[in-house]
Nanobody, 125 residues
């Protein structure tokens, strides 16, 4: 059984920073692509960022480029999302996800097989 557990969410003022973590357990995540998604109240779950197993290939949603950085430590089976210059519109529940392939970056929600329970990020103005 694959388990993903997010942590690091919270309340922060606009302009502040947070670092989210996603700890994976249950099996080796060798050759898994992993990603972050978010869901604001009343909206669908949207892609934020993704990273391939090697860590050398990443992709970001346009609104977070230059502010968010995705990374991973494969030895620790952990992925991170460093979020800087946060804005009120970044407020959402953030989810990590994993898919057992390392051929390409995956941005579609439906292509991810495993999901965490989510962590709330609230940015006040």
């Amino acid at each position: 059984q694959v388990q993903l557990v997010e942590s690091g969410g919270g309340l922060v003022q606009a302009g502040g920073s947070l670092r989210l973590s996603c700890a994976a357990s249950g099996r080796s995540f060798n050759r898994y692509t992993m990603g972050w998604f978010r869901q604001a109240p009343g909206k669908g779950r949207e892609f934020v960022a993704a990273i391939r197993w090697s860590g050398g290939s990443t992709r970001y949603e346009d609104s977070v480029k230059g502010r968010f950085t995705i990374s991973r430590d494969n030895a620790k089976n952990t992925m991170y999302l460093q979020m800087n210059s946060l804005k009120p519109e970044d407020t959402a529940v953030y989810y990590c996800a994993a898919t057992p392939q390392d051929v390409r970056i995956v941005v579609l929600r439906t292509e991810y097989a495993y999901w965490g329970q989510g962590t709330q990020v609230t940015v006040s103005s």
